[in-house]
């Protein structure tokens, strides 16, 4: 599968973006899709996952209930709302995915990425 992530830019703090990441493929109802992001200078860290039924979801802790993971497998699209962005939340956003169900939220876990797309919050 081939991801394709869009809807980055700059937004100031407080402010919301939505990204989306385009799956190529036939099979993209069953693969667990997910995000990543990486600020400069460190390591590739989770941001959020759910499964291919679209039921069930995971986030990590700094971004619960500010960040929705959400797909339309009709369309081939996971997205990634985002709100009430933070300066902290400045980062190269990356979608993955990975056949059948999610199988842990460490990067290592996830087969297929996306090229990413820079998301700046200015304080």
């Known amino acids: 599968v081939q991801l394709q992530a869009s809807g980055g830019g700059l937004v100031q703090a407080g402010g919301s973006l939505r990204l989306s990441c385009a799956a190529s493929?036939?099979?993209?109802?069953?693969?667990?899709m997910g995000w990543f992001r990486q600020a400069p200078g460190k390591e590739r860290e989770f941001v959020a996952a759910?499964?291919?039924?679209?039921?069930?979801?995971y986030y990590a802790d700094f971004v619960k209930g500010r960040f929705t993971i959400s797909r339309d497998n009709a369309k081939n699209t996971v997205y990634l709302q985002m709100s009430s962005l933070k300066h902290e939340d400045t980062a190269v956003y990356y979608c993955?995915?990975?056949?059948?169900?999610?199988?842990?939220?460490?990067?290592?876990?996830?087969?297929?990425w996306g090229q990413g797309t820079l998301v700046t919050v200015s304080s």
């Open positions: 993955a995915a990975d056949p059948g169900v999610v199988k842990g939220l460490d990067k290592l876990n996830w087969d297929y």
């Open positions: 493929g036939r099979t993209f109802s069953s693969y667990a």
């Open positions: 759910i499964e291919w039924s679209g039921s069930i979801t």
